[in-house]
């Protein structure tokens, strides 16, 4: 069993995010990670699926996720952040609220909701 904590694994996590880092990053979710919207749809399973997915997003040259706060409990680590990305329409900014469950080191499901672009 792998002893990294659940604190840890989302922090290398977002840490990867933010430099753009695929291989870090893909080394905190497990290979048959889950991602879903909030209460919502399976967005991406295992790391075939996911892998692509940043992959897209990491071509974003504002690309940079701003942790706002974080709770933890047990094995789940809940983040807001306020994301700046690079949407057909211009530089923005949106609001996520991600849900991670940490399982033996490594994110074995995450949960997104988003809240309103913003541009500027």
């Not at 990053?25 to 909030?38: I, K, R």
């Amino acid at each position: 069993m792998n002893t990294t904590s659940p604190l840890a694994v989302v922090q290398a996590q977002l840490d990867a995010y933010n430099a753009k880092n695929l291989d870090a990053l893909m080394a905190t979710y497990a290979p048959d990670a889950q991602q879903f919207a909030l209460h919502g749809a399976l967005l991406a399973q295992g790391l075939e699926a996911i892998r692509p997915r940043y992959q897209e997003r990491f071509a974003e040259p504002d690309l940079h996720a701003r942790l706002i706060s974080r709770s933890v409990i047990g094995n789940f680590v809940t983040d807001v952040e306020v994301v700046t990305r690079n949407f057909p329409e211009g530089r923005g900014t949106v609001e996520m609220l991600c849900v991670y469950e940490v399982v033996d080191g490594r994110i074995a499901r995450a949960s997104f909701a988003t809240g309103e672009k913003r541009m500027g």
